[in-house]
Structure formats: C-alpha cells, structure tokens
C-alpha cells in the first residue's frame, strides 16, 4: 500500500463575549494579542477583526491532529477567558449583527472588501478547510474530479449554519447559500486537467475577472500555496471529534483517488453532484440523495456505506472516520443540536433573544468539551 498522505487543518472561529454571547465586533487589543500569543505560528488573520483563524502543521495521523487541536482550542479558550472572551466555531453566529462586524484592516482585505461589498460584509461565516497533500507529478485537477462526487456528504456530515439573523433560515447550512453569492465559490469549473485549468485561469486574468495573484474559492481547489488538495466545503464543527472524521473520511478519498486512472466526471455525474450540493446545504443528514448505484435515491447513511464499499478502509484512521460519520449522522451534526437548543428553550418558555442564546453557550460548550475529552 502507498504511504498515507499528509494532511492539515484550518478552523475558523468567531470571538464572543462570555456574558452577552454577542460577537465582538473591535476586540480589545488585549484580546487580539492573547490570540497571536497563545497561538504563534499557528496563527492568521482572517476577514473580521472578530474572527481568527489556527492552522495546523502538517499531520501525519489524525492522533497528531487530535493532540494539536485539543491543545490549542484549551490554550486558547482558557487565555481568553481571562479577558471575558471566548470561541465560536459553527458555521454562523445566530443573532451576530453582521453589519456592525469591522473587517480587518490590512492591504488585502482592504481590496477584499471594496471589490465584493455587502457580499463580504455578510460573510461572518466559519469553514473546517483540510488539506491533503498530493506527490509531485499528480494531476490534482484529475484528483478533484475523482472525489467531487463525493463533497456534498463531507457537507452534510458538518453543517452548523441553520440560524442566521436571529432566525431560522431553514437550510442545516446557510453558510454555504451565502458563500454563493460570492464568484468562483461553488462547485469547481469542469477541467479535466491541470492544462484546462491553467487555460481557464490564464482567461480569467487575460480579461480582468483574477488577479495575477487572486484565488478561485471553489468547493475543492487545488491549493497556490501548497501541493495539496483543499476540501472547503464544509462548516465549521464544534466537536472536535467531527473535524477529525470530515478530515479523516477526505484524506481517504484523495487517497484512494490516487490509485485511479479515471480523469473527468460525466456530465451526468456533474448533475448528481450538483443536486446532492443543494440537498446537502438544505436537508443535511436528512436528505435524500442520488446515490451512485444506478442514480437511486439514497439516504445519507446509505450514501455513506455507498462511499466505504467503493473506498474501503484500509487504514485505522479511515476507520476511524468512517465510524465516527455513521454516528453523526445517527445521532445528528451542530446544526440538528442547535435547533433541538432551540425548540428545549421556546418550550420552557424562554424568549426568541434567550433561546438564541443558549444555542451560543450550546455551541460553546461543545467546542470546549470535545477539546478538553481530546
């Protein structure tokens, strides 16, 4: 068997005020510093000053990514306390009066967000990013046509953006209807090769749609950082244990995806893909889906074990992953959590404002127990 693949992790998390709940929107210097501090290489700025982002080292087993990010969620939650701050790290923030967030004062998010406006003014969003590295001489555009198919089950295993604006929206994940009112953020583009898409990036900058410089925010990208693939579909997870199992479950794929010949998705299967994106960001782990056996409807613990019979585990990690998946969606993501928060609160007869509420402490908790259990 080839050697596994390295991977790394990227969570976003929102900065909120341990007595309101509310996101900060200017943190305190104080604030701002404990984060760059505690966290140290691991560090990056992301669009809000109100948000941060950890990015891993590189992983050679889902152990390491345990350890790290049990470390730095305790590190970090516990130093933030200290100035009565904390983390929040779903996919959206029920009530955060996103209007009110003040974007990050650098050169690049500057440009950001002059070019996309109220697009980027909305986006108070938080992703699980993973990368998966990809030896040299692969051609990771074949990579990613080779598992595309499979992305919108990784979504519906994360969502945990149903609430928006102190309201149910109805989707199990509203971050990604909003990151489709940005360009180049949906599925990837139809390349079958890497030539196709250094053509179809080189058209884009020819006629002023990219920078020389600029980033395609697909679904799945090939990185111009690393030589990785980077899934970006997914919202942020709460629970650590979820993070790993998306991370683990797309590390399998990539791998397995190596070992395949196959280059382009049919236009069909584009079309599959396409629908299961929609009922993913909708339904979550209630949808029905199309599966890949002969386009049947599926559900998504059928999809699943469609996915582990055609990409058997073949490693403890993959294991792993595989059955942590089945138990979130048996037992449900943040964003069935959040609601059943929500319905326990209306029903003892809390308002709309402290029923929000306890769905951020709920949140909240669960970032900090799955890092504290590790």
Do not use: K
Not at 15 to 26: E, F
Not at 113 to 130: I, P, T
Not at 133 to 154: E, F, H, K, T
Not at 209 to 232: K, M, Q, Y
Request: hydrophobic share 40%.
């Amino acid at each position: 068997m080839a050697r596994p693949c390295t991977f790394g992790i990227e969570e976003e998390y929102l900065l909120v005020d341990l007595v309101t709940g509310r996101v900060l929107a200017a943190p305190s210097p104080a604030v701002a510093r404990c984060c760059r501090d505690v966290l140290g290489p691991w560090f990056a700025e992301e669009m809000f000053r109100s948000q941060v982002e950890v990015a891993s080292p590189v992983f050679d087993t889902l152990h390491q990514a345990c350890c790290f990010f049990t470390e730095q969620r305790q590190r970090l939650n516990q130093a933030l306390a200290g100035e009565g701050a904390g983390l929040y790290g779903a996919g959206s923030h029920p009530s955060a009066q996103w209007l009110r967030q003040r974007p990050r004062d650098t050169p690049h998010y500057r440009q950001l967000f002059d070019d996309y406006r109220l697009v980027a003014r909305r986006s108070l969003l938080n992703g699980l990013h993973v990368h998966v590295g990809v030896p040299a001489g692969v051609d990771r555009m074949q990579v990613i046509n080779r598992v595309l198919y499979w992305l919108p089950l990784l979504l519906a295993l994360s969502t945990s953006s149903a609430y928006w604006g102190g309201q149910d929206t109805g989707y199990m994940s509203y971050r990604r209807v909003v990151c489709g009112e940005w360009p180049h953020m949906g599925l990837p583009e139809p390349l079958p090769d890497w030539g196709a898409y250094e053509r179809y990036r080189s058209l884009l900058q020819r006629t002023g749609s990219l920078a020389e410089d600029g980033d395609f925010w697909w679904a799945i990208r090939p990185s111009r950082r690393f030589p990785t693939v980077e899934l970006r579909i997914c919202d942020g997870c709460p629970r650590l244990e979820d993070a790993l199992a998306i991370a683990g479950l797309f590390r399998h794929l990539v791998e397995h995806a190596l070992g395949r010949s196959d280059a382009v998705a049919s236009r069909e299967m584009r079309w599959v893909t396409q629908e299961n994106y929609w009922r993913a960001l909708r339904q979550g782990r209630l949808g029905i889906f199309i599966g890949v056996q002969e386009q049947q409807p599926v559900s998504a613990e059928g999809w699943l074990m469609q996915l582990q019979m055609q990409c058997p585990a073949d490693t403890a990690d993959a294991e792993r992953a595989f059955i942590q998946a089945r138990r979130i969606l048996r037992d449900g993501t943040s964003a069935d959590h959040q609601r059943e928060t929500y319905a326990l609160a209306r029903e003892q007869g809390l308002d709309e404002r402290q029923a929000m509420r306890n769905v951020v402490t709920q949140v909240m908790d669960d970032h900090l127990l799955a890092s504290v259990a590790g």
